[in-house]
């Protein structure tokens, strides 16, 4: 067992796979000798070759394609989009092209490509490097979306996501690469995509999160529960496909739920899986199903992001909204 970052985690899971499976290949724009923008991909290269990571033009569109077609021919490629900011170029090759694929196909081909990128905000960025553009994803059918919180999901996940034969889009909240340490197992093992996590049990209200957002959801209910309101904290880890098995047993316990997330109202998966529950848990619900998430507008300059984006005290303020409905 060993202290990691989520980027090191994410490194470990990488080299997990190019040891196991020869046909597993990495590429991207440096993600090379330089080891990607973030260092993710950090002596990948020396470690397994120039054949099997390797460096590729600033052409997203091109990354995708050539990401599916090389599934064609048996192999297994992790897909580094720089920023996920940058996905509209290459929205064809994963929406169009991708996703469609196995469909398309008759069953009779599989698409085992994972998507890699980093996004979200909190770290001033500039403009298109920190959008939440997962809801574009998640309404796409065929792909697999996951979003891990913490570094020991992120390696299990990954690692996961590389052996799985559907397509899957893997996004890595940015702010959450170096801001802290856990134990991540030496080992290598998975984590069920599809599967949410109960990270904290509670009796009065049930939060639903996804990516950083975890992490605020996290301290909101530790302020609740110095006011005695029980919180119960999911992470989705995966936002297609979504777990509502355990999301309806938990407001099946609650009577109260509130989805959060960094993207904006109008954008996301919080209105589908507000909307889900309201279905699946009608007669469970004491209170509507309420979201905190960023505005309607498109993402800001540095100088106003952290006025933007949704916080602790978003989630408290909304969760005693519910409670006093």
């Avoid at 995708?64 to 940058?86: A, C, D, K, M, N």
């Avoid at 856990?182 to 290598?188: A, R, S, T």
């Avoid at 006011?227 to 099946?252: G, H, W």
């Amino acid at each position: 067992m060993a202290q990691m970052t989520m980027i090191q985690a994410i490194t470990d899971a990488m080299a997990t796979e190019l040891k196991n499976d020869e046909n597993v290949l990495v590429f991207g724009e440096d993600v090379g000798v330089n080891g990607g923008v973030f260092r993710a991909t950090e002596g990948l290269q020396k470690e397994f070759g120039e054949e099997r990571v390797f460096d590729t033009p600033l052409a997203e569109s091109g990354l995708t394609s050539l990401g599916l077609g090389l599934t064609l021919e048996g192999y297994r490629p992790v897909v580094e989009i720089q920023f996920f900011g940058f996905l509209f170029e290459a929205m064809d090759g994963v929406a169009g092209q991708i996703a469609r694929h196995r469909a398309r196909s008759g069953a009779s081909k599989e698409t085992p490509v994972v998507i890699r990128a980093p996004f979200g905000g909190g770290v001033h960025t500039p403009e298109l490097h920190a959008d939440s553009l997962e809801g574009l994803m998640a309404q796409t059918p065929g792909l697999k979306v996951v979003i891990p919180s913490n570094p020991a999901d992120a390696k299990g996940l990954l690692i996961e996501a590389i052996r799985s034969n559907d397509p899957v889009v893997f996004l890595e909240h940015m702010k959450l690469y170096r801001s802290f340490r856990e134990d991540v197992p030496d080992e290598e093992y998975t984590v069920e995509i599809g599967k949410a996590n109960v990270k904290q049990e509670g009796d009065d209200i049930t939060l639903i999160a996804y990516g950083a957002m975890v992490q605020e959801a996290m301290k909101a209910a530790e302020a609740l529960a110095e006011e005695d309101i029980s919180a119960e904290v999911i992470d989705l880890r995966t936002v297609s496909p979504v777990d509502y098995e355990t999301l309806v047993k938990s407001v099946e316990k609650t009577n109260r739920a509130v989805v959060i997330q960094e993207a904006q109202r109008q954008a996301g998966v919080a209105a589908n899986v507000a909307s889900e529950l309201s279905e699946r848990a009608i007669l469970s619900l004491e209170a509507p199903v309420m979201r905190v998430t960023a505005p309607d507008t498109v993402y800001p300059f540095t100088q106003a992001e952290s006025i933007w984006l949704p916080n602790k005290d978003d989630i408290i303020e909304r969760a005693k909204q519910v409670m006093d409905f």
